[in-house]
Nanobody, 124 residues
Framework: QVQLVESGGGLVQEGGSLRLSCAAS????????MGWFRRAPGKQREFVAV????????DYAASVKGRFTISRDNAKNTVDLQMNSLKPEDTAVYYC?????????????????WGQGTQVTVSS
């Protein structure tokens, strides 16, 4: 069973930065689209960012565009999310996900492997 494990979450002040990392137990990262999603308290899980298998194309939610950067290292089987200029509304559990399809899907239903999540809390 392929597993994804997120790390790098924590507590940060408004305006600060965090870097999340997602490590795959097998070759999942190198074989397909990878995405980051988040779930804030009392809200539905939402799309954050996505990157294609070769890293050539990325897409971001409007709320994070210009502040977050998704990247991947297929040799290391990792996908990272660099988060800058963090805001209290970025507070959520962040999940990485792997999908078998190409492109840059924003729907969670395009992903079939999920990590357990990592908490990000931004204080004002």
């Amino acid at each position: 069973q392929v597993q994804l494990v997120e790390s790098g979450g924590g507590l940060v002040q408004e305006g600060g930065s965090l870097r999340l990392s997602c490590a795959a137990s097998e070759g999942t990262v190198s074989s397909g689209t990878m995405g980051w999603f988040r779930r804030a308290p009392g809200k539905q899980r939402e799309f954050v960012a996505v990157i294609t298998a070769n890293g050539g194309t990325t897409d971001y939610a409007a709320s994070v565009k210009g502040r977050f950067t998704i990247s991947r290292d297929n040799a290391k089987n990792t996908v990272d999310l660099q988060m800058n200029s963090l805001k209290p509304e970025d507070t959520a559990v962040y999940y990485c996900a792997a999908g078998p399809y190409g492109g840059t899907p924003r729907t969670q239903y395009a992903y079939n492997v999920w990590g357990q999540g990592t908490q990000v809390t931004v204080s004002s």
